[in-house]
Nanobody, 112 residues
């Protein structure tokens, strides 16, 4: 059974930082490209960042690429998203996933 458990969200002031983690199981993590998505209230899902299986390639959307960094630890089957200089518009539920699968999200709220 595939499991994707995101954590690390919370309430921070604008300019603050958070590190999201996604612990996975039930599939070959090291061979799987992974992504972080987010969904703000009343909005659709937005793919924030993607990383390939061995971590040698990644892509992050322009609106956050200077502030967010995706990474992974294949030995721990864990995906990360380091988020710095957070802005109120970053407030959303953040999910990790691959292909058409995503796990439970973690809520990030950034106050102005």
């Amino acid at each position: 059974e595939v499991q994707l458990q995101a954590s690390g969200g919370g309430l921070v002031h604008a300019g603050g930082s958070l590190r999201l983690s996604c612990v996975t199981s039930g599939f070959t993590f090291a061979r799987t490209a992974m992504k972080w998505l987010r969904q703000a209230p009343g909005e659709g899902h937005e793919r924030v960042s993607t990383i390939n299986g061995d971590g040698t390639w990644s892509h992050t959307i322009d609106s956050v690429k200077d502030r967010f960094t995706i990474s992974r630890d294949n030995g721990k089957n864990t995906l990360y998203l380091q988020m710095n200089n957070l802005k109120p518009e970053d407030s959303a539920v953040y999910y990790c996933g691959f292909n058409n699968i995503r796990g439970q999200g973690t809520l990030v709220t950034v106050s102005s």
